[in-house]
């Protein structure tokens, strides 16, 4: 379970952290520390294990009919890079603890943090080629919430939009690529798809696969052509950068193309696409950011340009090539997240990141700009830093594979270095110069522990940088040698190999970088240059609102085309594609086939005309009697709980039953607030014959339509039934499930996935009705109260409903129906204990209960209710779908599917023995949302009526007075 601790923990505490106050900001520093300490310990006792080479598995059932399992998977690359997201994690959040302004949500931002945390764990630790994709879609959807954290900035939701559209788009074309590389395999595993790669390259669907998994890790890592979202999403808060750009989001593509390298790569196909958008994202990046004026804005094309450098690597695809790659990851990492944060720092000090303003820093932050231009040093390339060392592998790399007359990759390759030493030195060029008097800001070193995680990151690029094979060597090996397996190379990882080729494309693109720095400094004014030279007729971020803007344009044209505003020509389309489509598919009349007749009973034939008929006179009432439409509606679904009886299926008529019940109940609530009536004038206004015509026409294919639905139910109803599943779970439910009611079992036990889905929803759609009633404002004509509660001459009028029940003239009825409430809960705990063997089940119960609560509102009013009950519905819904979900989870952790009843006998001293299944905890679960999910709507409506009382007694004391005036004249 060390491994699904690793996973799960961080969103258990993202949850934690999402309902901690406002001002508890030590407490979520604490929280998020914490999470991150745990699994960095967790990871280092796992490291003998990782040493010897040992590949640790998870698993849990998931799908196994399907082939799908959630499987958690440990091998030396999974350690390193849980290991960066961790150790990278825990100096973010040091960092954002005195980052953050103490009027920003806090709790949200460590919430989003860890929950973006766990999915990149999830990412990483995933034995499942499916189950990878589920987490690769949440790190996209907490990166939008994350880069959204200021969403009162136009800037933050533009770039969370583009950042989730681009990147989940990715999202599900990896996904259909890993769906094809399945069905090459005929497994999902991870290790069954890696050990597969002759069967997958000989495939005639191989280059089908590569397309679509090369899309979704592209995108991920910002590389051309999907590159421009990344500098957008600069405006999220410097620690969601520095994390992103590190350890985390873009370094999601680059570890998807190393761990699949070995399935995959060894093919044209596989360099020319990976490398090739390497190759034009280096150089792109690279050139871009040296005229950047915004400080993470550089920082950003420069992280674009190091993911190309480490994609074109795994292109190329050779094994020393994925170490350079694997070397250059973790290097990246440290060099970013350091400058990413002193960029931070920068701007919390003096309120700008703007170059051009910024200078001469060095006077008023001397320990920061000495440890930015030692990272900055390294991601240039310089001697005796990390970069150095991982650079100098690249241009080995590209010498080996252009030859002695193909030297434009080793063109390409200089050309970038000379382009990260220009931004390099445009980055550090803030901290020399004349100091900057015109600041928002009067800058002053951070606090000592705001500094620190930059402190430790510059360190780590200073000892790697001198002496690698010590500090980083045994690490890198671990992740080499799990990712290569049999081709791990002979490598050294010294700081000086001698004079060679290599070495002299360094010392070209160090002083080449310096001289074009120079230039274009001096004789092309770079401070006052707006925008970068050629490319920037080429605006990704503009192309992409291009497409949106065109997609959104297509959209309104089919909607002004083929849609329509008004709900009757809706109906109308539908219910005749209804009719031609059953007509096309069924061929000429003389091909139809002849319904039986036989088993017509007429009691049942009368039953349905009563219910046709509710529904007929409920369409004609409605526009104008919406009561006694109400009432015939009831009267239909009444018929269809009587139908559900006639056909046997009593737990579907008692069901239907209730539901009706509670549905009518608050259904009549909310009338009250709908406009008054179409007045008697209207309704008596002489309709031409154009309208006759329309409205008979519309009846005819009303009724066509009604006719076929019955038709084809009665068609389905006497069809000869084949093999079917029914006869598996008549015979299952008692042995398998625990239970003789069939229809219970297979809600609870069978189906219990499919029960929790349908809870979740019931409870996101109460959540989501009570929060638009909040909101909720009645039109004035239907706010005031209705002039029979207003006359002066009955008492009622002159009382509040908590009144009238308790000494005024529903006095009576309040005494019964509060004797009754006790009575109907007992009567709900009868049909809840005894629904997995007869009908009932907590489906039903809760929907007795919350009858049972419904009828105390109709009495006494809110006030009383309220009073006297403590319901807290929101409480009642997050039990119910907590204690569903841990009787799932409580499967797992004895080893089985997820939902597995398992039932206990228990030997009791008086009751004897007791048969308690797991699936009782479950239906306790959907008892309770369903309870909550009726409350929850029920105190919305009826605290709208609270306002309306509210105003009544003011009204019927004007009314009172009035009277009293009119006596006394």
């Known amino acids: 379970m060390l491994l699904a601790s690793l996973v799960f923990v961080p969103f258990i505490a993202s949850l934690i952290a999402a309902s901690m ?27 003998p294990e990782m040493s010897e080479g040992t590949v640790l598995r998870e698993g849990f059932d998931w799908l196994p009919a399907q082939g799908l399992y959630f499987l958690l998977r440990m091998d030396g690359l999974a350690w390193i890079f849980g290991l960066l997201v961790l150790v990278i994690g825990l100096l973010v959040v040091l960092y954002a603890r005195y980052y953050m302004s103490p009027n920003d949500p806090v709790p949200r931002f460590f919430s989003f943090l860890l929950a973006f945390m766990g999915s990149m764990l999830g990412v990483v630790l995933s034995g499942n080629l499916v189950q990878l994709v589920v987490f690769w879609e ?45 069905h090459i395999v005929g497994s999902y595993d991870l290790d069954i798809v890696l050990a597969a790669s002759e069967l997958i390259r000989s495939h005639d669907l191989y280059l089908t696969a590569l397309l679509l998994i090369a899309l979704g890790a592209l995108t991920k890592s910002a590389q051309f052509p999907f590159h421009f979202w990344l500098p957008h999403a600069m405006a999220a808060p410097t620690p969601v950068s520095s994390y992103l750009h590190s350890a985390t989001m873009v370094k999601a593509g680059v570890f998807l193309l190393v761990r699949l390298w070995p399935a995959l790569s060894g093919t044209p196909e596989w360099t020319w696409i990976i490398g090739g958008a390497g190759v034009c994202t280096l150089l792109i990046g690279a050139f871009i950011a040296i005229f950047q004026h915004d400080l993470k804005g550089l920082l950003a094309y420069s992280t674009i340009s190091h993911l190309g450098l480490i994609t074109v690597l795994i292109g190329i695809g050779t094994p020393l090539a994925m170490v350079a790659a694997i070397f250059h990851i973790l ?66 790399e590209t010498l080996q594979v252009g030859g002695d007359h193909n030297w434009w990759l080793s063109i390409a390759a200089v050309a970038m270095g000379m382009f990260s030493v220009a931004y390099s030195l445009r980055f550090i060029s803030i901290f020399f110069g004349r100091q900057a008097d015109d600041l928002p800001r009067d800058p002053h070193e951070p606090p000592r522990w705001m500094r620190f995680p930059v402190e430790l990151l510059a360190l780590t690029c200073l000892v790697v940088g001198v002496a690698p094979a010590i500090s980083i060597g045994p690490i890198l090996d671990l992740a080499v040698t799990a990712s290569l397996r049999e081709h791990t190379p002979r490598y050294d990882l010294a700081t000086w190999h001698g004079w060679n080729l290599p070495l002299l494309m360094s010392i070209i693109a160090l002083f080449g970088g310096i001289a074009l720095y ?34 959104t344009r297509a959209a309104e044209w089919l909607v002004r085309r ?24 069924a061929g000429p009349p003389p091909d139809w086939t002849v319904l039986p007749q036989e088993g017509f009973d007429p009691l049942f034939a009368g039953i349905w005309l009563i219910g046709g008929g509710c529904a007929v006179a409920a369409a004609w009432m409605a526009k104008y009697h919406r009561l006694t439409a109400l009432v015939l509606v009831g009267g239909t679904g009444i018929v269809t709980a009587a139908t559900f009886l006639w056909l046997s299926a009593p737990d579907l008529a008692l069901t239907q039953l209730m539901v009706e019940t509670v549905t009518t109940v608050l259904l009549l609530l909310g009338l009250r607030w709908l406009p008054p009536r179409i007045e008697s004038a209207e ?23 009604g006719m076929a639905m019955a038709v084809l139910t009665y068609a389905v109803l006497v069809h000869p039934a084949s093999d079917t599943i029914a006869s598996f779970f008549l015979l299952n439910a008692l042995t398998g499930g625990g239970g003789s009611n069939v229809v219970n079992v297979l809600l609870v036990n069978f189906r219990a996935f499919d029960t929790m889905g349908e809870i979740t929803v019931l409870a996101i759609v109460a959540l989501t009705v009570y929060a638009l009633l909040r909101r909720f404002r009645p039109a004035p004509d239907s706010a005031e109260v209705p002039q029979q509660q207003l006359h002066a001459f009955d008492p009622a009028s002159r009382q509040t409903p908590a009144e009238q029940a308790d000494s005024g003239y529903l006095a009576v009825p309040g005494i019964y129906l509060r004797t009754l409430l006790p009575f109907m809960g007992v009567i709900a705990a009868y049909f809840f204990m005894r629904g997995h063997n007869l009908p009932g089940g907590g489906f039903v119960a809760g929907l007795i209960f919350a009858v049972a609560i419904l009828v105390q509102y109709m009495l006494a009013g809110a006030t009383w209710v309220e009073a006297h009950i403590t319901l807290r519905p929101h409480r009642w819904l997050g039990a119910g779908l907590l204690l569903a979900g ?45 309870v909550g999910t009726t409350m929850l709507m029920l105190v919305a409506l009826a605290h709208q009526s609270l306002r309306a009382h509210k105003k009544a007694g003011e009204q019927a004391a004007d009314a009172a007075a009035s009277a009293a005036n009119g006596g006394a004249l």
Not at 340 to 369: N, Q, V, Y
Not at 518 to 547: C, D
Not at 577 to 585: D, Q, T, W
Not at 894 to 914: I, K, Q, R, W
């Open 331 to 396: 290097n990246h990492a440290t060099f970013k997240a350091s400058l990413f944060m002193a960029a931070g720092i920068i701007d919390h000090e003096t309120g700008t990141r703007d170059m051009r303003i910024l200078s001469g820093l060095r006077h008023k932050l001397p320990i920061t700009a000495t440890l930015a231009i030692i990272a900055s040093a390294a991601m240039a390339g310089v001697p005796l830093l990390n970069g150095f060392l991982s650079k100098e592998m690249f241009f080995a």
């Open 21 to 47: 106050p406002q001002d508890a900001r030590n407490r979520e520093f604490w929280l998020a520390a914490g999470v991150a300490v745990y699994g960095i310990i967790a990871l280092i006792s796992l490291y």
């Open 683 to 705: 309704m008596q206004a002489i309709a031409s014959r154009r309208d006759w015509t329309r409205r008979a026409l519309h009846m005819i294919i009303a009724v066509a339509g």
């Open 518 to 551: 120079a230039i274009l400094r001096w004789r092309f004014n770079l401070r006052e240059r707006t925008r970068a030279p050629l490319l920037s007729h080429f605006n990704g971020a503009q192309a992409y609102e291009t497409a949106m803007q065109s997609l």
């Open 562 to 585: 083929l849609g329509t505003s008004k709900l009757q020509k809706q109906m109308l389309m539908l219910i005749l594609m209804l009719l031609a489509v059953p007509l096309l598919l």
């Open 886 to 930: 841990l009787t799932g989870l409580g499967s797992w952790a004895f080893g089985y599917p997820f939902l597995t009843t398992h039932t206990a006998h228990l030997h009791l001293p008086v009751l004897g023995e007791l048969h308690v299944p797991s699936a009782f905890v479950f239906d306790l679960g959907v008892f309770a949302v369903v």
């Open 138 to 182: 949440l790190t996209s959807l907490t990166s939008f919430l994350l880069i959204g954290y200021w969403h009162h900035r136009a800037d933050a939701r533009r770039g969370a939009r583009m950042a989730f559209t681009v990147t989940a788009t990715g999202g599900l074309c990896l996904l259909a690529g890993v769906l094809v590389l399945g």
